[in-house]
């Protein structure tokens, strides 16, 4: 009897120990047709998680641990999408890479909720040009808020039709296409202003009133890619005022006012880091940003993340050796290294072909390179095109008879010279001096008046 006993005892404690075992992890398999690269990398909002090798047929499989649920992005090739993980999940992703949007079908558990995302992103790109602000710009305050108040219907109707979708999933959806209406909303005075060419233009005074039914505190809308969206946005106008206000940066003033306003801990932390991942790079008074951004912070791996950048870029500053390229491939044929043009300020403009606002710059630098032709500054423009791209980066050279040195930087994004500079977005500027040190790794653009400033007290 008592044998009997222990038995049971032993057997309903396995049956807890396996009933207790939480599943953390989902399956992402699939086949991509017209392969285009080895590997299919997946990535939460901060980082790549999964890096999964596709075979010589196109299949791929591979299980994510630590799945949390919500929306994540793969990468394949240069092209991306989001989809929707949840613990238990077997999803397969079906995939045609020259069609890639338009491919995209989803079978197995899970496949509900992203066939309704890859048809939404499809639904969205059919707006045309009613999502432009080239035309969204020209509407006056009443049909503009009547076209997003549609779009938001549309959107929501299309939500309501699709049939068993995971009940989270559905709330989450409602956030985004509720953030998304408020996010066009409030971009309303800067397509007027662009589109009219009229900088005083203002809403009236009840246009904003759709923020208050909105709540900007509620840290479980973080999955929510449009309502971070919405808090960036909402912080950033708030940053702008105290930037004018008390005449320092906006990066430094978005710190201030994030620390200073935002009540929930962890939509304080994600404002803070989303900002300083980048702003650190960019700010002209380093110690100063590092300090308030280590004050407030409260996560161990952003304050090493920005101490990482910190501890790179305060090698950086004025007066220190820059960091070299070393024989980039020049457009007039032969290589050229930093060390070539030394007895000369250097002024360096990272860009890339596929890049709008480098390429926006070129007008403005082609007036600065023609005034300053016969003075001791040399001009180089250094393409961080991807290798498939080279001939995009020739050809648009010679199109728009770039003039200056024209490099080709040898690796993209991982090139040296890239790297050690720490530049995580284009356009991105730095100012040599005829020795080789540093004058400034964050030089104003070709379009600032400040260029010509800084020229002027460098008496080039």
Not at 24 to 52: H, P
Not at 415 to 421: A, G, K, P
Request: glycine content about 6%; proline content about 3%.
């Amino acid at each position: 009897m008592k044998k009997i006993l222990f038995a049971v005892i032993a057997l309903s404690i396995l049956a807890c120990t396996k009933e207790d075992k939480t599943i953390d992890y989902a399956i992402f398999s699939g086949k991509i047709e017209n392969l285009d690269g080895e590997k299919i990398s997946v990535r939460n909002s901060e980082k790549v998680i999964n890096d999964i090798t596709i075979l010589d047929d196109g299949t791929f499989s591979d299980t994510l641990k630590n799945i949390a649920p919500g929306y994540y992005t793969f990468k394949y090739a240069n092209e991306t999408s989001s989809f929707y993980l949840k613990p238990g999940y077997n999803l397969n992703l079906s995939l045609n890479s020259k069609e890639f949007d338009e491919s995209i079908k989803y079978s197995g558990n899970g496949s509900n909720e992203n066939n309704y995302l890859a048809q939404k992103y499809l639904n969205e790109e059919g707006l045309g040009k009613l999502a432009t602000y080239q035309y969204l710009g020209t509407l006056n305050e009443v049909d503009y808020i009547h076209k997003m108040d549609s779009i938001k219907q549309l959107e929501t109707t299309f939500l309501n039709n699709q049939k068993d979708l995971d009940t989270d999933f559905k709330s989450l959806e409602e956030a985004s296409i509720t953030y998304g209406w408020a996010n066009k909303l409030s971009k309303h005075e800067l397509y007027k202003r662009h589109v009219s060419k009229d900088d005083n233009y203002k809403a009236s005074d009840n246009f904003y009133a759709f923020e208050k039914k909105l709540n900007i505190e509620d840290p479980n809308l973080l999955a929510v890619g449009n309502y971070k969206n919405y808090l960036n946005q909402y912080y950033a106008q708030k940053a702008n005022q105290l930037a004018k206000k008390d005449s320092i940066e906006n990066d430094m003033a978005m710190l201030k006012v994030v620390s200073q306003e935002v009540k929930s801990p962890k939509i304080k932390e994600f404002l803070l880091f989303g900002a300083a991942k980048y702003g650190v790079s960019y700010t002209s008074n380093l110690q100063g940003y590092y300090d308030v951004f280590m004050a407030n912070s409260t996560d161990g791996d952003h304050k090493k993340d920005i101490t990482e950048k910190y501890n790179k870029l305060i090698k950086l500053s004025k007066g220190q050796p820059s960091p070299k390229f070393l024989d980039y491939e020049n457009f007039k044929g032969g290589t050229t290294s930093l060390d070539d043009l030394k007895g000369k300020y250097v002024y360096v403009d990272v860009w890339a072909t596929w890049c709008g606002p480098c390429k926006a710059e070129i007008p403005s630098l082609k007036k600065v390179e023609e005034k300053y032709h016969n003075k001791n500054i040399a001009f180089v423009s250094m393409s961080i095109d991807r290798k498939k791209d080279y001939d995009k980066w020739r050809d648009m050279v010679a199109e728009k008879e770039l003039s200056g040195v024209q490099l080709f930087a040898p690796n993209d994004w991982k090139s040296q010279f890239v790297t050690d500079y720490g530049i995580l977005g284009i356009p991105r500027f730095v100012l040599i001096d005829p020795e080789g040190n540093i004058v400034t790794a964050n030089a104003p653009r070709p379009s600032s008046e400040k260029l010509i400033e800084t020229f002027n007290e460098l008496g080039i």
